[in-house]
C-alpha cells in the first residue's frame, strides 16, 4: 500500500471491513501514519471486535450500519475511477478460508457493494486475492516474520479451503468485472 501510495495517479486508498488485527499494536505502530493523517488512506474496521478506547479511535463500521455507510461512501465517488481489491480476509470465516484475520462480511456483502460502485462510477481494474495457501519461504527473515505478522490460526484442510474460497468467487467475481447480480 505505501508503494502504490508514492505514485500521484492514487489520489487515496480506502479499506472496508478489516478486522482489528492490523490497528492495535504493534502493528500500528508501522501503519502509515501521514497517509491516515491527510486522508491518503481511511479505514472502516468493524467496531464489534474493538475495545472501547479503539472505538474512539478509529471510526468503523457495524453490521447494522456498513451498508448505509458504504452507500454514501459509494455516492461520493461519482466521476473518479476506481480499482477494487476484494480480499478474501474481509469474509466470515464461514464463507473463505484465509491466512490472516477475517472479517465479517458475506460474498453476498460484498457483491452488493460492488453493485453500489458500479452504480456510482466506473471501476476501472480489480482483483481478488488473500485466499489461504501453504507457507512456504526462501528466506529464514521471511518466516521469523510471518509468525510475528500473521494471527495464529490453526492450517485449514487444503481441499475444505478450496471449496469455500471457490464458492466466495463464483459470488464476487461477477459483481466485480460487471456482470454479476447482487
Not at 132 to 137: H, I, R, T, V
Request: overall charge positive; proline content about 6%.
Amino acid at each position: 500500500m505505501n508503494q502504490a501510495l508514492k505514485s500521484t495517479l492514487l489520489r487515496k486508498a480506502v479499506i472496508w471491513g478489516c478486522a482489528n488485527f492490523e490497528l492495535n499494536p504493534p502493528h500500528r505502530w508501522f501503519a502509515n501514519h501521514s497517509a491516515l493523517r491527510t486522508g491518503r488512506i481511511e479505514i472502516w474496521p468493524w467496531i464489534e471486535r474493538f475495545g472501547s478506547s479503539a472505538r474512539r479511535r478509529w471510526t468503523g463500521i457495524a453490521a447494522e450500519n456498513w451498508r448505509d455507510r458504504f452507500a454514501d461512501f459509494a455516492a461520493g465517488l461519482t466521476g473518479s475511477p476506481v480499482y477494487v481489491t476484494v480480499d478474501m480476509d474481509c469474509l466470515k470465516s464461514e464463507v473463505a478460508s484465509t491466512d490472516w484475520e477475517q472479517g465479517l462480511f458475506t460474498a453476498k456483502d460484498v457483491a452488493w457493494a460492488l453493485h453500489q460502485l458500479q452504480g456510482a462510477t466506473t471501476i476501472i481494474g480489480g482483483d481478488l486475492c488473500g485466499a489461504s495457501s501453504p507457507p512456504k519461504y526462501s528466506r529464514w527473515t521471511q518466516r521469523q516474520t510471518a509468525l510475528i505478522d500473521h494471527p495464529k490460526k490453526p492450517a485449514p484442510d487444503p481441499e475444505a479451503a478450496q471449496r469455500l474460497n471457490l464458492s466466495a468467487a463464483e459470488r464476487i467475481w461477477p459483481a466485480l468485472v460487471g456482470n454479476g447480480l447482487s
